[in-house]
């Protein structure tokens, strides 16, 4: 599947999950789980795209319609198994925020995204 | 300077700037412009920190207190030239953002952030 970097999200207003992590130093299973909960993530109801980049730091903004979207997929039975390995294993420090989009704009030299 | 990878936000509400972006296949001059633009941003009325991570996708989160104080940096005389310069050379595809943050949480290991 090739996925978009730029997630294609509809005009505002819409909300972000903004993640920003550290790792700690045991990564064992972690790229399994990432992989599964963005493949299980775009499942969801609400779900309007995500992206996402690594290097020191980890950013990862998931994109929902609405608050509701977001609390059923925080509330996903996988999803809260990950989030609980994530404390105990594989994060050192992590911080989620909750924003609503108000507005955005883009540009594109090549108009594929 | 020690920065600290995921930002020391206050309580919300406050305000994100999400730029998610690709880099065209010209990135001289980026690394340079890109450390003085956040060393600019943080001299900011209304800034309270950034967020940053690259690998194939660019994410930078900068975070302030309203809506003016990111009207007044993107309005910032060096901040324009770096916009203009990224439109016409770093930069194949991005999108910027804007969002209020209305909710937070955190967690850490080791108690540093």
Partial sequence: MIMSLVAKTPEPPYYAVIFTSRHADEVEGY???SARM??????QPGYLG???ARDE???TVSYWKDLQSIRVWKAHVEHLQAQETGRE???ST??????RVERDYGFSRDGLE
Same sequence: chains 1, 2.
Avoid: D, H, P
């Avoid at 963005?38 to 499942?43: D, G, I, V």
């Fill in 31 to 33: 790229t399994a789980m």
């Fill in 89 to 91: 294993k594989w994060y």
């Fill in 38 to 43: 963005k493949e299980l993530a775009a499942q």
């Fill in 50 to 52: 995500i992206e996402s």
């Fill in 57 to 59: 730091a980890g950013i």
């Fill in 94 to 99: 992590f911080k989620v925020r909750i924003a």
